[in-house]
């Protein structure tokens, strides 16, 4: 009996953070890993467990994996390396000093109000009470009593639990509608919560893929971007003319991407328990030489953004067909062991998800995005079943949705779940099917963020990053072939050149994010580079100490710190 079915939706969730570690102290300079971790790693999973008939592709880098497990080792001894954990376990938040106070009113309201503080009455008057402080200066500020930062701590973790967890545990309705004087008992209720479902993310996720539910994938280890490391000439294939750092290249790159390759693939194997059929490239950043490095790496496949593959078809053939007629299909780059295949975003459809519909009803949303894939389904020749890759962050989005996006994701995979036209696939699946991959002779070099490379290269601060970083690397190539450090000092070193190599950096660099938030990733950049040099017992550079960037000044400090999607 033939498949009945029109089309092929693979949806894939990309899961990253970057290293928030001062690995020289052990401390976390900002919670992002388990705020995410409670709200929508955990709603994820949730979703997908509700919903057996729906596959999805969820993609979790390496980085993000190893900081949930520090995290979850935390929650075990009790020894918090978090300072806004240590402070919510903290007993009597009147012996807070200076640095503490600070904390839990700069960290506090780090949300977005309209969906994370509004709904709330209580964690509104707190906002604005700290507003009428700031009016008095210090003294205005230094009048909010050690209740009201008890409170002010408990209602930000109370904001960032996902829906799912307020619906499957009594403690959170109780606490809101405690609403104020929040005990260190009712803290200590929020933190076990907390650590319950830093704790489960890795093993529901193993169950859903062990179950056959979804593929999991992942990212070489730090995030970073591949191309670049390989080459930074690729830049310009995309941007002609783009300005390069003063290094010609990033040395011994092939050699650096391989590691972070390799090392994905054998922590993706210890906590999945197999390596990963294929690899989502950090950003979707692709080329040719990048390409043909994961497919000796033992990738099946990779993807990257619509823009990529438009430039790479007009390089091909000169000209663009219609949309319809190149998009929704997998192509095979190279030949032989050095071919692999690739699957492109449907821009449209992925942003929709990430930017569009969190203005939209649920049902509405749910119901354009499936009509959408309908009319793809019609428009098709009958010859070729099309294959539509919707691909996003799977945390930053649903920020801005009301309620998480529970109702959202909730009305969309009931609705795939049933449809009789509409498949949900995984690319692993595709592959097994072995699907025909249409020949795509060019790959130019460009990543899912407007088809190039340009959020990462090519601008004065984003250049002399990677010119600090190259000089790095050469500091590390002469005391490695120096033989001065032993194998667990030599280890120590390249971990934290993964981490340098990491793309967040040069991502937040530019006047197009806010000052606080680059200035934060900015001065987090510039301490890892300076420990780098302290593992190699080498003096730190004196332009370590000089910012790299300074961003634009935004007053609106409830959407500083979002890493867009």
């Not at 903290?90 to 000093?97: F, S, V, W």
């Not at 050690?146 to 996902?162: C, K, T, V």
């Not at 200035?519 to 004196?542: H, Q, T």
Request: aromatic share 10%.
């Amino acid at each position: 009996m033939s498949d009945p079915k029109k089309l092929d939706l693979v949806i894939l969730w990309h899961m990253h953070q970057p290293d928030f570690r001062d690995h020289a102290s052990g401390e976390f300079a900002q919670p992002w890993v388990y705020l995410h971790a409670i709200k929508d790693y955990s709603d994820m999973a949730a979703h997908l467990e509700a919903h057996p008939g729906v596959r999805v592709v969820l993609n979790f880098t390496p980085v993000l994996l190893d900081q949930l497990e520090d995290y979850a080792d935390q929650f075990a001894t009790g020894q918090f390396r978090d300072p806004l954990l240590r402070l919510l376990a903290q007993p009597d938040l009147r012996q807070l000093d200076q640095a503490g106070r600070d904390l839990v009113l700069k960290s506090c309201f780090r949300a977005n109000q309209q969906k994370l503080i509004d709904p709330y009455p209580a964690y509104t008057r707190l906002l604005e009470f700290f507003q009428l402080a700031q009016n008095h200066g210090e003294t205005g500020v230094a009048y909010l009593s050690a209740q009201y930062l008890g409170d002010l701590l408990s209602w930000y973790h109370i904001s960032w639990m996902g829906e799912t967890v307020r619906r499957r545990d009594d403690i959170v309705p109780q606490l809101i509608a405690k609403a104020h004087g929040f005990s260190h008992d009712d803290r200590m209720q929020l933190l076990e919560i907390i650590g319950r479902e830093v704790r489960d993310v890795i093993p529901r996720y193993r169950k859903l893929f062990e179950a056959g539910r979804i593929e999991l994938t992942t990212t070489p280890e730090y995030h970073p971007i591949g191309p670049l490391l390989l080459s930074f000439e690729v830049a310009r294939e995309a941007a002609p003319g783009a300005p390069l750092p003063q290094s010609p290249n990033y040395p011994g790159g092939r050699e650096r991407a391989l590691a972070q390759a390799h090392a994905a693939k054998q922590s993706h194997a210890r906590r999945f328990g197999q390596p990963p059929r294929g690899m989502w490239p950090a950003e979707g950043a692709v080329s040719r030489e990048f390409a043909d490095l994961l497919a000796h790496a033992g990738c099946g496949w990779m993807a990257s953004g619509e823009g990529v593959l438009a430039h790479s078809l007009l390089r091909s053939v000169g000209t663009l067909p219609e949309r319809p007629d190149y998009l929704f299909k997998p192509y095979r780059i190279g030949s032989g062991q050095t071919a692999i295949t690739c699957f492109f975003r449907d821009d449209r459809l992925s942003d929709l998800i990430g930017f569009e519909y969190a203005k939209w009803n649920g049902n509405d949303a749910a119901a354009h995005f499936v009509g959408t894939l309908e009319n793809i389904a019609a428009n098709a020749d009958g010859v070729t079943r099309p294959v539509v890759s919707v691909i996003l962050d799977g945390e930053n989005a649903w920020e801005y949705y009301p309620y998480n996006g529970y109702y959202f994701l909730d009305e969309l995979y009931a609705a795939l779940e049933k449809h009789t036209q509409i498949a949900t696939a995984t690319f692993a699946q595709l592959l097994d099917e072995r699907r025909e991959a249409a020949p795509l002779p060019e790959l130019v070099a460009g990543s899912w963020v407007y088809g190039n490379l340009a959020t990462w290269i090519g601008s004065d601060d984003k250049n002399r990053a990677w010119d600090l970083l190259c000089a790095a690397k050469r500091s590390f190539d002469s005391v490695i072939a120096s033989g001065r450090l032993n194998d667990r000092e030599s280890a120590q070193a390249t971990r934290q050149l993964a981490d340098c190599e990491a793309s967040d950096w040069c991502w937040w660099f530019g006047d197009y994010n806010p000052a606080e938030s680059v200035m934060a990733f900015d001065k987090l950049y510039r301490e890892k580079l300076a420990y780098l040099y302290a593992l190699l017992k080498l003096p730190a550079p004196a332009e370590l100490d000089v910012p790299v960037s300074r961003g634009r000044v935004d007053s609106d400090a409830t959407n500083a710190m979002r890493r867009a999607s």
